[in-house]
């Protein structure tokens, strides 16, 4: 059962241009979403999150927009760059109380190239 | 955010043994946990480490397969145990801190990347 699906397994856009990976999720309990970026023989990297209060989230070249009736989130990296290239991870968590931490559960990840 | 190390980094073994990797954090964390990245696929959590008391593992993960050890607040190892080239994967740490404004966030360690033979 997969519950945070990202079903474009690549992408490919060109320098200077706007970059959208999607993401779908099902479990309606999720209220925190993250991405993360992951480079060759890396660990992944935390880019931004967005709290399921919110619909939007900006910080710099990145913006995650959240459309809780769709259960359906996006990063938008505008505008993009060759370093920019990588694995793309959507995360989403649903709390489990205060001392028990917050499980991720991770989507299957999209290979972003930006094309000089 | 904390700065994350593991050892070791790669690991090329024989089925049947035992593989102990480390997880070291430069700053006290509340929250440890230890993943899996099987080739091609996505991160699946493996466990969180408790300190000073037992791993909680996920649905599909034991004890005895993936024992856990968390000794204090910087430190944590997972061992995997009796291998088979099915164990092969990325093996990653990661730290979360429920006191932090962030306490959804969690970074990751470098990853240990294990190959069964």
């Known amino acids: 059962d997969q519950q945070v699906k990202q079903n474009s397994p690549s992408l490919s856009v060109q320098e200077g241009r706007i970059s959208i990976l999607n993401c779908d999720y099902t479990n309606s309990m999720f209220d925190y979403f993250l991405w993360y970026k992951k480079y060759p023989a890396e660990g992944p990297t935390f880019l931004i999150s967005i709290s399921s209060i919110k619909d939007k989230n900006e910080d710099g070249r990145f913006t995650v927009f959240l459309n809780k009736s769709a259960k359906h989130l996006s990063l938008h990296i505008v505008p993009s760059q060759p370093g920019d290239s990588a694995v793309y991870f959507c995360?989403?968590?649903?709390?489990?109380?205060?001392?028990?931490?917050?499980?991720?559960?991770f989507g299957e990840g999209t290979q972003l190239t930006v094309n000089p | 955010s904390a700065v994350i190390s593991q050892k070791p980094s790669r690991d090329i073994c024989q089925r049947g043994t035992s593989l102990t990797i480390q997880c070291q954090v430069d700053?006290?964390?509340?929250?440890m946990f230890w993943y899996r990245q099987q080739p091609g696929q996505s991160l699946t959590l493996i466990a969180t480490?408790?300190?000073?008391?037992?791993?909680?593992?996920e649905s599909g993960f034991v004890i005895d397969k993936f024992p856990i050890s968390r000794p204090n607040l910087t430190f944590s190892t997972l061992t995997v145990s009796n291998m088979s080239p099915e164990d092969s994967s990325i093996y990653l740490c990661s730290v979360g801190d429920v006191s932090a404004r962030r306490a959804y966030e969690q970074y990751f360690g470098p990853g240990t990347r294990l190959t069964v033979t």
């Open positions: 700053s006290q964390v509340t929250m």
């Open positions: 995360a989403a968590s649903a709390k489990r109380g205060e001392t028990s931490g917050s499980r991720l559960t």
């Open positions: 480490a408790n300190q000073g008391s037992e791993a909680t593992y």
